[in-house]
Structure formats: C-alpha cells, structure tokens
C-alpha cells in the first residue's frame, strides 16, 4: 500500500493585526485540510487562526514553535511527513520563507517528496515594490543593513553603486527601532538625484508608501521609529 504523501501549506499572516481583509478565503480551507502548524510564535497564530476562522478548535491541531529554533524542529518535521500528515507553516507577518522563518524547514519537505502548496497573500517585500515605481524587472532583497556606523555607510554605498550600474531596485529592512538611525545614514551617505522609497505600515490605517529624491527627503525627515517599514533605493 502506497503511504499517503504529506501536504505542505504555506499560510500566509496579516501584516497588520486588523487587517484580515487582506487574507484570502481558502487559507481557511487550507488549515481545515491540515492537523499539525509549524508555527513562529504559537501565541500570535493561535490568535491569527481566531480572527479569521472563529470556529476553529485550536486544541485540535498539533503545535510546534519554529521561533529561533527551525533546525531543533527538522526532526518531528520530517516525522509528520513521513506520517502524510497535512502541514501548515506559518510566520509572524507575511509569507513563510519571505524574510521570514520556514525555508528550512520547506527545504525538508522538498528532500522528502512532499507537496509544497504555496498560498496568496501579502508580503511586504512585494507590496512596497508594487507601489514604490521603481524598477519591477529587475531587484534584490538585500535583508538588513549592518548596525555599524562605518559598515553599514559601506553597504549603502555599494548598493547605490550597484543599482546605478544595474539600474535595479535594493530592497532592505531594518528592526523598528532603529529605522531612524538608518534614514539618517541613507540622507548622509546618498546622491541627491538616488530615489528613496520608504513603505511603512502596510496594509495598516497608517500606510504610508512614498517615493522622493534623497534631496528631497532631506527638506522634510519622517519620523519612523518602531513603525514597520520596507525601504527601496534606485540610483
């Protein structure tokens, strides 16, 4: 008897706590075929799951918190596989595997033959993307900057220097609290005429996604500190 083959839904998370218009109906299809979720923090998707499917029995899943520890959890991972259990992955904020945990763990499930489905959603990376009007045919998602003041110069410098040649959108991030400290360092170490795209609070009531010169820029700083934000630069 062939043994059942084992599902891997990708679910993605509301970048926005109350923005649940943003999640597609048949992810709750998803996590009904489902019995076992890999999840980055159990809490927060315990919670997420109840905001858009209030009938869900959280109880009668199987949990397993990825958080700092996806490589511990490729063990029991592969077990669920080999079990043809249904398997929902699921991060914080956007899709698993974006920016975000999973990949490891899908990578597992690749190795071992399972069915890897993918489900719409946001990502923030794309969001901001879409609306910056920078170049869609062509970019990079470079993650997080250095926090060293000289390293962190360095690397503005050489992703402007890149996307000059290229004429490529550099996309980056940075933990919230320090977004202003890394504006800061883009105003210093930027060309007047380089485009900066700075996306915050996508999807939220306090959206902002705005597309201005570095010089530009300099005539009036934003304020973003603990504000979730994407940053895209185009020399």
């Known amino acids: 008897m062939t043994p059942p083959v084992s599902t891997i839904y990708l679910v993605p998370c509301v970048l926005h706590e109350g923005a649940v218009e943003t999640i597609p109906p048949y992810v709750i299809d998803a996590v009904k075929k489902c019995t076992v979720i890999f999840a980055e923090q159990e809490r927060t998707a315990r919670r997420f799951f ?3 499917w209030k009938e869900i029995v959280i109880d009668d899943y199987e949990w397993f918190a990825i958080h700092k520890a996806e490589e511990e959890q490729l063990a029991p991972f ?5 079990e043809g259990k249904n398997i929902a992955i699921i991060s914080e904020a956007g899709c698993p595997g974006v920016a975000d945990p999973g990949q490891v ?24 993307l879409m609306a910056s009007g920078m170049n869609g045919q062509q970019f990079s998602f470079t993650g997080y900057l250095p926090i060293d003041d000289q390293q ?50 996508i999807t939220g009531p306090a959206e902002s996604i705005i597309t201005r010169s570095i010089s530009d820029w300099r005539k009036s700083i934003p304020d973003l500190h603990k504000r979730p934000v994407i940053f895209l630069l185009q020399a």
């Open 152 to 201: 962190r110069t360095k690397a503005i410098q050489d992703i402007e220097g890149q996307s000059r040649k290229t004429n490529g959108t550099y996309i980056f991030i940075e933990t919230p609290y320090r977004n202003n400290a890394l504006i800061s360092a883009l105003l210093q170490t930027c060309q007047p005429a380089t485009r900066l795209c700075i996306a915050a609070d």
């Open 78 to 82: 592969r077990q669920k596989i080999r």
């Open 105 to 128: 763990l899908i990578g597992a499930a690749q190795a071992l033959g399972a069915v890897i489905k993918p489900l719409v959603g946001p990502s923030a990376i794309l969001l901001a």
């Open 50 to 52: 109840k905001s858009i």
